[in-house]
């Protein structure tokens, strides 16, 4: 940080007044080089600028992706897909976006794995995850998840490095099947008590919102959705085996 190299500068020269000098004029040069990074990753991370940021459009191209993988652009996935800008970046922002994409993008054409690479980059495991639950909600939206749209999730799952179990916990989130609770905590069937609870506790850390404070409220409610999955997954597991 710019801000205690200058600081410990000042010091060394003008003593503490010289340390303290350094130091605010390094935090304004840290707070002016963060706004520049702040604004390349878009309103995900607080950016409040009108232009659509280049975050926003790689979002709407993966959703893109989902919308179209079986064949059938669904109004209830386009409609899913304008609420949740909405919600995380404000109406004209979301408009923006939308037009930049339909007269610019779509054009051009969607990479999923620059996309993919780009986002391995700049978005935390956490976040990727909260992605991933994004696009299988799109895929929801007309309440049914298709094959073809799961293998097209599956294949931006592998793209952001998305581990495998991690990948089948998130889409259970999605399926009513025998061993749902379990593909959600990652373990299983077979597992001891013990090994579930430790699961639980796994899952709790893994999902917890707190770790995406950093993001908008429309991505934190998905969070808090995955959160309340895993909780309800262990809630059926202790009812069933009586723990």
């Known amino acids: ?26 935090s304004i040069i840290d707070n002016m080089n963060a706004g520049k990074s702040y604004q390349s990753t878009g309103r995900f991370f607080g950016n409040t600028a009108s232009p659509p940021a280049d975050f926003e459009l790689k979002l709407l191209s993966l959703a893109s992706l989902v919308i179209k993988a079986d064949g059938k652009v669904q109004q209830s996935e386009l409609d899913f897909v304008r609420r ?45 995850l909260q992605v991933l639950h994004f696009l299988f909600s799109i895929a929801n939206a007309d309440g049914h998840v298709s094959d073809t749209e799961v293998s097209t999730i599956l294949r931006i799952a592998q793209l952001l490095n998305i581990q495998s179990r991690d990948f089948e916990s998130i ?25 579930v609870k ?23 409610k998905g969070a808090e959705e995955k959160f309340r999955n895993v909780r309800e997954a262990y809630e059926q597991i202790q009812k069933e085996r009586g723990l």
């Open 1 to 26: 940080m710019i801000r205690w190299f200058l600081g410990l500068l000042g010091l060394s020269f003008f003593r503490w007044p010289g340390a303290i000098l350094g130091f605010v004029i390094g």
């Open 171 to 195: 889409k259970a989130m999605f399926f009513q099947q025998p061993d749902r609770p379990y593909t959600i905590l990652e373990i299983d069937p077979k597992a001891s008590d013990d090994e």
């Open 84 to 128: 949740y800008f909405i919600t995380a970046y404000g109406q004209e922002r979301a408009n923006a976006a939308f037009k930049t994409f339909n007269e610019e993008v779509k054009k051009t054409g969607v990479s999923p794995n620059d996309i993919c690479q780009t986002f391995k980059q700049v978005l935390r495991y956490e976040s990727r």
């Open 198 to 220: 430790k699961a639980y506790r796994s899952m709790v850390k893994k999902y917890h919102p707190d770790k995406l404070q950093h993001m908008d409220e429309a991505y934190r």
